[in-house]
């Protein structure tokens, strides 16, 4: 392979660098900071395109070499707090730990690679300023390739942009795809203006295509249908107990009935102060409730008078509630009589295996199982994209070393169905934690009638790293691409309503026992996206496909 030049090595990392900032780091990712994803592709593009010490453009495996080393140092920016889930939580040992980040960042990087590789072979028959047309579209094809083929879609580079209005509302139609479509347009569109900035006559031309494109998206966002969301006549009540997870729960462990008590609880006092936005964002506000019937009986106004609400939720089992164990029935229908309100309660779900003759006698479930107030347990969600290394460890007899991490709960089974639970003429739609960076998956519960989505997570594994924050703009996203309020309930947080626009409505302050109590709509209307999926991404795939083969057919050609 012919020597690449020290500055592509440079602009390649350069580029890795860039790509992690518009990202959560160690909090909620300031608005300012998001602004780099304008510019985070551009180096790497630029280095791909450029020519190597004897002037000829790159080969596909240097191109391939120079992203493989952006896409690893992303992951290991991005992706960081995978060390720590795996040291401080899981158990393992720190080399081990760190070995397995950096495997972890090794596989990933590879779609970069093939990013930057389809790029070098699409330049080989097509001149630069037409490869720069195929950025946005070969991009989009390789985040669906790492969908699809990897399962790990953790931050598209579209969510870097979930707050900006004019963006987001190209997400009911394309999903996130379509988001990251436009970021890295416009990165080869910074690339196109310097590379053509000798030739005099074709400013004129950009210009007048920039401008047309600006004013067809302009019309275009007026043309698309924003549905008003409905009016937010419905509470739910969402508990957060703030549960230490894993290897650091080292303290006194309470009983089962403890937590059944500590729950329930705060499932009917829900607390008097909650945050107006994204917790630890400067500018969140603070509230704090005076609840008047509390006032009323000569009580302080922490409220010790159950407040009536319509849905509880209870976040992912931290403390391994199980559907079989007779007692959690009786305080789950004891709960949903008192209260009169559906329950939607993370537990473990254990299920008898018809087949005698197996060696395993039932199967066990991350689940959601559900409680109506007339004593019946209508239906149970059972998790289906479980977390490799989490809920189960794949090539298990190759990472035998890991079996500490599934030792708490050990390895879970898939669920098979998408169930969509109705009460009281309403439609809910339930996924459990991991579930909601697939955007795909989430939107079939919509599909299938779902009017509100609730998410249940265990986001204490991840400590104060920046996962709980990425976790979070990835449920939001899912609400946009949806139109549908999502009511979060975590562990230790992010615990929040957020509305169909993705706005956070309330929350929580991490690592804090509580509840929240708020307000959410009911949505009928359909999306695109819930209808169609990731429609867009397959015609981005097609596309690619479509010029890599007129590339090699025309490079076979002149051989």
Excluded at 339 to 347: D, W
């Amino acid at each position: 392979m012919r020597l690449i030049p020290p500055r592509l090595w440079a602009m390649a990392v350069l580029s890795g660098i860039l790509q992690v900032l518009p990202f959560p780091i160690a909090g909620p990712v300031p608005l300012w900071r998001t602004t780099f994803c304008w510019v985070a592709l551009l180096p790497l593009i630029w280095a791909i395109l450029a020519n190597d010490k004897n002037n000829n453009p790159l080969t596909i495996r240097q191109g391939a070499a120079l992203g493989y080393l952006c896409g690893f140092l992303w992951y290991m920016g991005n992706c960081y707090w995978i060390y720590q889930t795996m040291y401080l939580y899981g158990g393992l040992a720190k080399p081990i730990s760190a070995g397995i980040l950096i495997l972890f960042c090794l596989y990933l990087g590879l779609y970069h690679a093939l990013f930057a590789a389809l790029l070098a072979a699409l330049r080989t028959r097509f001149s630069r300023q037409t490869t720069l047309l195929f950025v946005p579209v070969v991009w989009v094809a390789v985040e669906l390739a790492r969908a699809r083929i990897t399962g790990l879609p953790w931050d598209l580079l579209g969510i870097a942009q979930v707050d900006n209005p004019m963006l987001t509302r190209l997400a009911p139609i394309t999903g996130a795809y379509g988001l990251s479509f436009v970021i890295a347009a416009v990165n080869a569109l910074w690339l196109v203006r310097i590379r053509l900035r000798e030739r005099r006559y074709t400013r004129p031309a950009l210009t007048v295509a920039g401008v047309i494109i600006v004013v067809v998206y302009i019309l275009g966002l007026r043309l698309i249908a924003n549905p008003k969301p409905s009016p937010t006549s419905a509470t739910a009540t969402l508990v957060q107990e703030n549960l230490e997870v894993g290897a650091a729960n080292t303290g006194p462990q309470p009983t089962s009935q403890q937590l059944l008590d500590s729950f329930s609880y705060l499932s009917r006092r829900p607390s008097t102060k909650f945050l107006l936005g994204i917790p630890e964002l400067p500018g969140t506000q603070t509230v704090f409730l005076l609840r008047q019937h509390a006032l009323d009986e000569g009580t302080d106004s922490s409220a010790t008078v159950p407040i009536p609400t319509d849905l509880i939720v209870w976040p992912e089992a931290p403390s391994g509630f199980f559907t079989t164990d007779p007692n959690f029935h009786q305080r789950m229908n004891e709960l949903a009589a008192s209260s009169q309100a559906l329950l939607i309660i993370g537990s473990i779900g254990i299920v008898p295996n018809p087949d005698t003759h197996s060696d395993r006698p039932y199967f066990k479930y991350d689940s959601a199982a559900i409680f109506t107030p007339d004593g019946s347990s209508p239906a149970r969600y059972d998790k289906i994209h479980l977390v490799p290394w989490g809920e189960y460890i794949p090539f298990k007899s190759f990472f035998f070393f890991a079996s500490k991490l599934t030792a708490g709960a050990g390895d879970m089974d898939r669920g098979s169905n998408r169930t969509v639970f109705s009460f009281r003429g309403h439609n809910y739609g339930t996924f459990v934690c991991y579930e909601s960076i697939f955007g795909d998956e989430i939107r079939q519960f919509v599909k299938n009638g779902a009017e509100v989505l609730v998410n249940i997570s265990d986001d204490g594994w991840y400590g104060d790293t920046s996962a709980a924050w990425q976790h979070l703009n990835m449920v939001r996203m899912r609400a946009i691409e949806n139109h549908r309020w999502i009511l979060r309930s975590t562990n230790t947080g992010v615990t929040a309503a957020i509305n169909p626009y993705g706005h956070v409505t309330a929350a929580l302050p991490r690592h804090l026992r509580s509840s929240l109590r708020v307000h959410f709509g009911y949505e009928q209307d359909l999306t695109f996206y819930a209808s169609h999926g990731d429609l867009f991404a397959y015609a981005c795939a097609l596309l690619t496909t479509l010029g890599l083969a007129f590339s090699l057919r025309s490079r076979i050609a002149k051989q």
